[in-house]
């Protein structure tokens, strides 16, 4: 009864934080800052379109989930971030958040194709990558999973006193599952230092938010664990990153989780292996003439003075880096057979 009485108590006293954080306003980026913005931006597309062409013809297998339509997000949000002392975890539409965080697109090609210089020594494929080294913790196949193993990574920050922050992606369909809400309220309780951020691109696996979601505002998701929201233009990478910044200092002044809601669209299907017949082609046509997060940025740059011709050789650039990384994982060899059995467990058995 005591120890009852205790938990009450302290309960009772804990007051209610009606705080909230001030409205973002888009990042004030410099000519230089944009440009590189703009460069990231490029490399996920052009990287993900050339590994829809490996996907198609064989050298690919299993699950290929292309981020084509969403790169001003993960631009925008990891840009904010400081490698070394932040983390990100993600789900299994994991390509375009490792090239954001600056890791090499040659071994994630490697990766994709099975290659023993993948990132995860070709094991993990498309849906599981890691890098300890970056603090980049995957690449997860169980929907939703990563956001309780996010909480974690923000209560190792808050414990080691490292003064990180963890970014826990998910999207729309994961926003349902039932573990998403507990690391809420132990985020909050303990006020963990950990950005949640939605990518709702509108149709999960292939069902609406409107035939799926009760409440389809999912920055609104967090106020019942007194979690604050913020939703955010996702195909404007400038909207992002003011977002990301605001997100940022609010956990680092150790005022707890945030949640950003970043308003999205992927062109492609939920995966390779989708037809993506539950969408009219004239609204992808749609969003791809009038919202596209790089042409966009592309016309901010015009009025800072970039012409026509630096985009171009950008683009091509760009190609070149890609068209690389496609040769490197082509050529590398497979990984050794022995290679199935490291890795498994924490020592050597």
Not at 269 to 280: F, L, N, Q, V
Not at 287 to 313: C, N, S, T, W
Request: hydrophobic letters at 35%; a negative charge; one cysteine or more.
């Amino acid at each position: 009864m005591r120890d009852r009485a205790r938990c009450e108590g302290s309960a009772a006293s804990r007051k209610p934080n009606r705080e909230r954080p001030a409205e973002p306003k888009p990042y004030a980026a410099s000519k230089e800052e944009l440009l590189d913005f703009y460069k990231q931006m490029l490399l996920i597309r052009r990287f993900e379109e050339r590994a829809g062409q490996l996907y198609g013809l064989g050298l690919i297998g299993g699950f290929c989930h292309l981020y084509i339509g969403q790169e001003a997000v993960a631009v925008g949000l990891q840009s904010a971030m400081k490698v070394g002392r932040d983390s990100v975890i993600t789900g299994y539409r994991d390509h375009g958040h490792m090239l954001a965080y600056g890791i090499d697109p040659k071994v994630i090609m490697a990766e994709l194709t099975g290659r023993a210089a993948g990132i995860s020594k070709g094991k993990g494929g498309s849906m599981h990558m890691f890098s300890v080294e970056h603090g980049f913790y995957g690449g997860h196949g169980i929907v939703g999973a990563q956001v309780s193993l996010g909480t974690g990574l923000a209560f190792k920050h808050q414990y080691a006193g490292d003064g990180g922050t963890c970014l826990a992606y998910f999207g729309d369909g994961a926003a349902n599952q039932g573990q998403v809400y507990e690391s809420f309220n132990m985020a909050k309780l303990w006020d963990l230092p950990v950005i949640y951020a939605i990518e709702n691109n509108k149709y999960a696996m292939g069902t609406s938010v409107d035939r799926s979601a009760s409440e389809p505002d999912f920055y609104k998701r967090g106020e019942s664990f007194r979690i604050p929201g913020i939703q955010v233009d996702g195909m404007d990478v400038l909207a992002v990153r003011g977002a990301a910044e605001e997100a940022m200092a609010w956990t680092q002044a150790g005022k707890g989780p945030i949640i950003l809601e970043l308003l999205t669209y992927r062109y492609r299907g939920h995966s390779m292996s989708d037809p993506a017949k539950y969408r009219t082609r004239e609204e992808v046509q749609d969003f791809r003439e009038h919202r596209d997060p790089i042409d966009h940025a592309a016309r901010e740059l015009e009025k800072l003075g970039v012409g026509q011709d630096e985009l171009k050789a950008i683009d091509k650039q760009i190609k070149d880096i890609v068209v690389e990384a496609a040769k490197f994982a082509e050529e590398a060899p497979e990984p050794e057979a022995s290679e199935l059995y490291t890795d498994v467990l924490v020592e050597s058995y």
